[in-house]
């Protein structure tokens, strides 16, 4: 490690080397003799080479600012040969990349690599990978995104930045050759692989556990719950009160055989802290049948309005604490099955004990045939091994269908546009006048969240029936005067934004000095274009060094440059 690196920053880069060396069979020696090593030094961002360069290569961690051990983990994980995971070669099939909303600068961090230059292992698509950016990265206008998820239900697990997630790491141990370590691969469930470090067990997929994976995952709430025609309701700890910080817990349910699982959150009391990724405390949802994959993940204070139906008999819930100091609700959901067991003495003892686990209430009894046949669902088929090849769990639509998957904005990229996948539909109608009115106020604007560059917002919300489909919550940019110069990044309330000639990377000084009143003068405000110039000229003209430019000029006064200068200018 460089000497410019503080101490602190330190014990966090061994934290996040330990994430990668724990799960899988590399190891990292500090200060260890061979000649290909990685240096962690502050160069003033977060930066990696992508696989091993040979020799001394670097990685970037400026502190403040990446000194975090998801960021850190971000970053090893691109100098062991990992790509963006929004930059897979099947990138169409998952997410939409709105160009247009991306300074050209930044085009290659979203471009999908070739199948010629990366290999996905033969592993899926994983929206909760700490390799994805989230839905507003390197956004010029921080009110649209500039990647939207074609399964809408992904939008806020995409971005986290918590730790490797398991996808992340089998692809680290497949990629080095970990999962052949052992002489006996064991039978694992789930989705789960031998464990290279312990070949006696299996590493399982989150909200699992055991030997070999077919247990629910140890947690101090939440529990095994068999699902019947009969409602059941599950709730996070304390509910409708706060739930307490750090609490980790996980509900598996089980239909009967050839049965599936319904699952609905209930609106009232919903409540998580409000992020643009849930990472730090949210409820997240897996239907299967890969239960590899990162699940969907909801926070803030609206639950998804519609009935969700597993693919397969089994499906998971899990919620997760965090530590924030906002207090929230957490969640309740309402889960069943269309079919019913078969129950002899044996069984129903068995029932009652998984059953005990958790707080799982019974409600009324209603036809699960009927609460299910809204619609026609999608089923998906899967091979011997229980892994589904083509389909994931599609989402029932309730009283309104839900709204459509954002398309792509207007672009000139050179990329192919996805079109929304066939489980999306026509958006509702928009709601009426006298229907908001029955909206509570409008909350006071919240603090901006950033205090120069453009880079932040203030937000308010309102309450509103759950009947009525307004707007609930308002965004906007705020405190847009120039950064000090000098100051190259913001990391503040948890958001770090990089930026440029004082501004949020994306947008441009408008006004290079504004005069006061005492005459002395500021810098002007951040905009989306600097000097009402056109965008693309803007663009252009970056690309030109001063020599280009003069260059241009002796040519238009019929003279000439000797050919040094002109590689110079290049």
């Given at each position: 490690?460089?000497?410019?690196?503080?101490?602190?920053?330190?014990?966090?880069?061994?934290?996040?080397?330990?994430?990668?060396?724990?799960?899988?069979?590399?190891?990292?020696?500090?200060?260890?003799?061979?000649?290909?090593?990685?240096?962690?030094?502050?160069?003033?961002?977060?930066?990696?080479?992508?696989?091993?360069?040979?020799?001394?290569?670097?990685?970037?961690?400026?502190?403040?600012?990446?000194?975090?051990?998801?960021?850190?983990?971000?970053?090893?994980?691109?100098?062991?040969?990992?790509?963006?995971?929004?930059?897979?070669?099947?990138?169409?099939?998952?997410?939409?990349?709105?160009?247009?909303?991306?300074?050209?600068?930044?085009?290659?961090?979203?471009?999908?690599?070739?199948?010629?230059?990366?290999?996905?292992?033969?592993?899926?698509?994983?929206?909760?990978?700490?390799?994805?950016?989230?839905?507003?990265?390197?956004?010029?206008?921080?009110?649209?995104?500039?990647?939207?998820?074609?399964?809408?239900?992904?939008?806020?697990?995409?971005?986290?930045?918590?730790?490797?997630?398991?996808?992340?790491?089998?692809?680290?141990?497949?990629?080095?050759?970990?999962?052949?370590?052992?002489?006996?691969?064991?039978?694992?469930?789930?989705?789960?692989?031998?464990?290279?470090?312990?070949?006696?067990?299996?590493?399982?997929?989150?909200?699992?556990?055991?030997?070999?994976?077919?247990?629910?995952?140890?947690?101090?709430?939440?529990?095994?719950?068999?699902?019947?025609?009969?409602?059941?309701?599950?709730?996070?700890?304390?509910?409708?009160?706060?739930?307490?910080?750090?609490?980790?817990?996980?509900?598996?349910?089980?239909?009967?055989?050839?049965?599936?699982?319904?699952?609905?959150?209930?609106?009232?009391?919903?409540?998580?802290?409000?992020?643009?990724?849930?990472?730090?405390?949210?409820?997240?949802?897996?239907?299967?049948?890969?239960?590899?994959?990162?699940?969907?993940?909801?926070?803030?204070?609206?639950?998804?309005?519609?009935?969700?139906?597993?693919?397969?008999?089994?499906?998971?819930?899990?919620?997760?604490?965090?530590?924030?100091?906002?207090?929230?609700?957490?969640?309740?959901?309402?889960?069943?099955?269309?079919?019913?067991?078969?129950?002899?003495?044996?069984?129903?003892?068995?029932?009652?004990?998984?059953?005990?686990?958790?707080?799982?209430?019974?409600?009324?009894?209603?036809?699960?045939?009927?609460?299910?046949?809204?619609?026609?669902?999608?089923?998906?088929?899967?091979?011997?091994?229980?892994?589904?090849?083509?389909?994931?769990?599609?989402?029932?639509?309730?009283?309104?269908?839900?709204?459509?998957v954002p398309m792509p904005f207007s672009s000139s990229s050179p990329s192919v546009m996805p079109v929304p996948s066939s489980s999306s539909s026509s958006p509702p109608p928009p709601p009426s006048s006298n229907e908001c009115s029955l909206?509570?106020?409008?909350?006071?604007?919240?603090?901006?969240?950033?205090?120069?560059?453009?880079?932040?917002?203030?937000?308010?919300?309102?309450?509103?029936?759950?009947?009525?489909?307004?707007?609930?919550?308002?965004?906007?940019?705020?405190?847009?005067?120039?950064?000090?110069?000098?100051?190259?990044?913001?990391?503040?309330?948890?958001?770090?934004?990089?930026?440029?000639?004082?501004?949020?990377?994306?947008?441009?000084?408008?006004?290079?000095?504004?005069?006061?009143?005492?005459?002395?003068?500021?810098?002007?405000?951040?905009?989306?274009?600097?000097?009402?110039?056109?965008?693309?000229?803007?663009?252009?003209?970056?690309?030109?060094?001063?020599?280009?430019?003069?260059?241009?000029?002796?040519?238009?006064?019929?003279?000439?440059?000797?050919?040094?200068?002109?590689?110079?200018?290049?």
């Amino acid at each position: 490690m460089a000497e410019n690196v503080p101490e602190k920053t330190r014990q966090k880069i061994r934290l996040a080397l330990a994430i990668w060396q724990n799960a899988t069979c590399l190891r990292f020696t500090e200060g260890g003799p061979d000649s290909d090593r990685i240096e962690f030094f502050d160069g003033g961002g977060c930066s990696s080479f992508v696989g091993r360069a040979g020799g001394t290569q670097g990685i970037s961690i400026a502190t403040p600012g990446c000194d975090l051990v998801g960021i850190i983990a971000h970053e090893i994980g691109h100098a062991l040969g990992t790509f963006h995971e929004q930059a897979r070669p099947d990138q169409s099939q998952h997410i939409a990349v709105h160009y247009s909303n991306i300074p050209a600068i930044r085009w290659n961090n979203f471009q999908p690599i070739g199948d010629d230059q990366a290999q996905t292992l033969g592993l899926p698509y994983d929206a909760g990978s700490v390799m994805h950016y989230g839905p507003f990265g390197f956004a010029a206008d921080q009110f649209r995104p500039t990647i939207s998820t074609l399964d809408k239900h992904w939008l806020f697990t995409i971005g986290q930045r918590e730790a490797p997630s398991f996808l992340d790491i089998e692809a680290i141990n497949r990629a080095y050759g970990c999962t052949d370590q052992c002489p006996t691969e064991l039978w694992c469930l789930h989705g789960g692989y031998t464990d290279p470090n312990d070949c006696s067990r299996c590493v399982c997929p989150i909200g699992f556990g055991g030997t070999f994976c077919a247990e629910m995952q140890p947690s101090p709430c939440g529990g095994v719950i068999k699902a019947s025609p009969m409602v059941q309701t599950v709730a996070s700890s304390d509910f409708p009160g706060n739930f307490p910080s750090d609490l980790f817990c996980v509900w598996l349910f089980r239909s009967p055989p050839q049965g599936h699982l319904f699952i609905e959150f209930v609106e009232e009391s919903f409540g998580y802290p409000c992020e643009d990724t849930c990472d730090k405390a949210f409820v997240e949802l897996k239907m299967g049948p890969d239960f590899r994959v990162t699940g969907y993940r909801f926070c803030c204070s609206l639950p998804p309005l519609m009935t969700f139906q597993s693919v397969g008999e089994e499906a998971v819930i899990i919620h997760y604490g965090g530590t924030q100091t906002e207090k929230r609700a957490g969640f309740r959901a309402r889960v069943w099955s269309e079919k019913q067991w078969t129950v002899t003495t044996e069984e129903e003892e068995q029932i009652s004990t998984e059953t005990t686990w958790g707080n799982a209430v019974n409600g009324a009894e209603v036809s699960g045939t009927e609460r299910a046949s809204t619609t026609e669902a999608t089923m998906a088929q899967t091979n011997g091994d229980g892994q589904n090849t083509t389909t994931r769990a599609k989402p029932m639509p309730t009283s309104q269908p839900p709204p459509e998957v954002p398309m792509p904005f207007s672009s000139s990229s050179p990329s192919v546009m996805p079109v929304p996948s066939s489980s999306s539909s026509s958006p509702p109608p928009p709601p009426s006048s006298n229907e908001c009115s029955l909206c509570l106020q409008w909350s006071e604007w919240s603090d901006c969240s950033q205090m120069c560059g453009g880079c932040g917002r203030k937000t308010r919300r309102r309450h509103c029936p759950s009947a009525v489909s307004c707007q609930r919550e308002e965004k906007r940019i705020c405190n847009r005067m120039a950064c000090p110069e000098g100051t190259n990044f913001l990391f503040n309330n948890g958001e770090f934004h990089l930026l440029w000639k004082g501004c949020c990377v994306g947008l441009f000084l408008n006004n290079s000095k504004t005069a006061k009143d005492d005459g002395s003068s500021v810098r002007g405000e951040c905009g989306p274009l600097e000097n009402n110039e056109n965008p693309f000229l803007r663009i252009i003209s970056s690309l030109l060094s001063s020599h280009d430019g003069q260059k241009e000029k002796t040519k238009r006064n019929g003279g000439r440059r000797k050919s040094g200068e002109d590689k110079n200018g290049q």
